[in-house]
């Protein structure tokens, strides 16, 4: 095939192979099945059989992965140019999942420590934690609050269509990035993210971004977070509307480099009481609050260790594959979770129609 019929359309591996670079990494390191539909990040789709379309880094990919090699290539605009991707912009794709960090030997400890983690992970290798832009993650999460990951999918396609910049159009379908903080500021963007079928969450994106701006000295605040303590950064995600306990996790684990951060809904809960006879310490707490939430996370992080919030992604993605576990939470558990973005939100079930 000429790679000039390829320029317009969603690749395959055996479709244009000369655009396609790879990157060794064996199907125990990553599945990208799991990792991208797991409700992490909500800009990928499987255009074709095993090949998964997206937004990373300001340009959309097409990944597909055999037993050894994830398989890359990359689309530079209507105008670009045609070529494999280049050496840094694989290292971008690197970064993204990033495959520095051992997955063999975190489920070796894992499985050694935790006996219920070893079962699990015998059916759920390669899934593993991705490092996100801080502000796509943030407003991202900030969707997510009563939410579930088909209806975060459409609310974040929505945002990006509205406000973000056009990247390229493949087989009809028009790619953006993400929205800048300054878009997200705009004086009628409120309204607008409702009429787009966000609701009150149309709130919590306008004024965070303003917040932002306006208060904390724009993105740069949110770089910075990645140097900053876990527990600091944690406590300045809070301070921003419609950020709790739960969505400021979600934030440190895939967007500042908090591997420790353990996102707390209430699927973890029962996670935790199901398979680990969990129970908080004050009797009360019957489902997830910031306190009981930072309980739980000590828990998980005393028995894992400094990478609790990977291990807790593979508990999670197992759950989330289990039919009889895909339903929408008792309200029991919703009516008491009250916080902003905590009841399902961040890693979430696809419920039923």
């Known amino acids: 095939m000429l790679p000039s019929a390829c320029s317009m359309r969603h690749r395959t591996l055996t479709f244009c192979p000369a655009l396609w670079a790879s990157i060794p990494c064996p199907r125990a390191e990553l599945r990208l099945d799991l990792v991208l539909a797991s409700g992490q990040s909500f800009r990928w789709r499987e255009q074709s059989p095993a090949h998964w379309s997206g937004v990373l880094a300001g340009q959309v990919w097409t990944l597909t992965q055999t037993e050894e090699q994830l398989h890359c290539t990359v689309y530079r605009g209507d105008d670009g140019w045609l070529s494999r991707p ?62 579930n990951i088909a209806r975060i999918t459409g609310m974040v396609e929505r945002l990006c269509q509205a406000l973000g910049p056009r990247l390229v159009q493949l087989d009809g379908v028009t790619y953006h990035g993400f929205p800048s903080l300054q878009a997200l500021a705009g004086p009628e963007v409120e309204a607008r993210l409702r009429k787009l079928g966000l609701g009150y969450r149309a709130h919590y994106v306008s004024a965070s971004a303003r917040a932002i701006l306006e208060e904390r000295g724009g993105p740069a605040w949110l770089q910075q977070l990645r140097e900053a303590p876990y527990e600091e950064a944690h406590r300045a ?35 935790a009481q199901r398979d680990y006879s969990w129970h908080p310490s004050t009797s009360w707490a019957k489902g997830p609050s910031p306190q009981a939430n930072k309980e739980l996370g000590n828990f998980f992080r005393c028995l894992w260790g400094p990478y609790a919030g990977w291990a807790q992604a593979v508990l999670f993605c197992a759950d989330l594959h289990q039919p009889c576990h895909a339903q929408e939470p008792p309200a029991k558990l919703r009516k008491r979770s009250k916080e902003p973005g905590m009841q399902v939100g961040a890693w979430t079930k696809k419920l039923p129609k």
């Not at 520095?100 to 992970?121: I, K, M, P, T």
């Not at 899934?127 to 832009?133: A, K, P, S």
């Not at 979600?250 to 908090?258: E, F, P, R, S, T």
């Open 86 to 147: 280049t050496l840094e912009e694989l290292e971008a794709v690197r970064k993204y999942f990033q495959l520095d960090v051992s997955l063999a030997q975190l489920y070796g400890h894992w499985g050694a420590v935790d006996s219920h983690f070893q079962e699990v992970a015998r059916k759920f290798q390669g899934v593993r934690v991705l490092c996100q832009d801080p502000i796509e993650c943030l407003f991202s999460f900030i969707c997510s609050s009563n939410n």
């Open 237 to 271: 995600l809070c301070t921003l509307p419609g950020v709790g306990a739960k969505v400021a996790d979600c934030i440190c684990l895939m967007a500042l480099d908090k591997p420790q951060a353990v996102p707390v809904d209430v699927h973890v809960w029962q996670i």
